[in-house]
């Protein structure tokens, strides 16, 4: 739940409420599509455990990777002034999640203004990110464009409990690519020639960062320091 918790303040009383508009938890499978691109907009999804990818299907038979999903994460949100779909929603892991029909998110708007900030604030700040991801993509080299992606994932994972440095990686290099817009071959040769510089190493599923300030000036990012209750909130009663 740590993405209701990030901004606003809400209450154990409004995240009990959040959690009572959900159904029960599913268990699916790593690879399954939990909803595709086109399909009705029925409802959103609270992801409980694992990883889950957005991704845009292109007419071409390509994919871009819009979104890396962590648990705590709210699924299918973009699309909720659409009729159908704008994603597809697949899970790179086996998953636990939790659907909210959007009758019930309604409420949540109209009963907990406290909920409401969290989730309007923290729609923002996925705006941010997309914005560096899509600077990145669109005007960096490719070398930066994985460590700003690699750093982005990090720095989301640290903030549920990861040790700084030493993380949970599922995604497969083709992932990577279709998050970057690059060749599995390229991602390959840039992993490899972050290594062998001494700042990443990946083992199996866990990814070391070993020198995370040098990655930070090789992406070339803002510092950003998010303000969990603006002013502007706080002067609200909620």
Sequence with gaps: MHRLTEFAGPSAADLDFFKGLCG??????????????????????????????????????????????????VLGAPSLAL?????????????????????????????????AASLFLSAQQERVFLMERLAS??????????????????????????TKGLIEWPLTQTDIGDALGLTT??????????KGEGLVDRRGSILRLYDIEALRRLAGLSDRHWISRPDWLAKIAL
């Design 185 to 194: 071959v390229h991602v390959n040769r840039m992993m490899r020639a972050l």
């Design 83 to 115: 009729e159908s779909a704008a994603d597809t929603l697949i899970a790179v892991t086996d998953v636990k999640i939790r659907a909210m029909p959007l009758n019930a998110l309604g409420r949540i708007f109209k009963e907990t203004p406290a909920l």
């Design 24 to 73: 029960p938890e599913r268990a699916l499978p790593r690879r399954s599509i939990i909803r595709a691109q086109g399909d009705p907009v029925e409802q959103i999804y609270l992801l409980s455990e694992g990883w889950v990818t957005s991704s845009v299907d292109l007419r071409n038979g390509e994919r871009q990777i819009v979104k890396i999903h962590i648990p705590g994460d």
């Design 137 to 162: 993509v669109g005007r960096m080299p490719a070398m930066n464009r994985l460590v700003v992606l690699l750093l982005h994932v990090h720095d989301r994972l640290v903030v549920l409990g990861h």
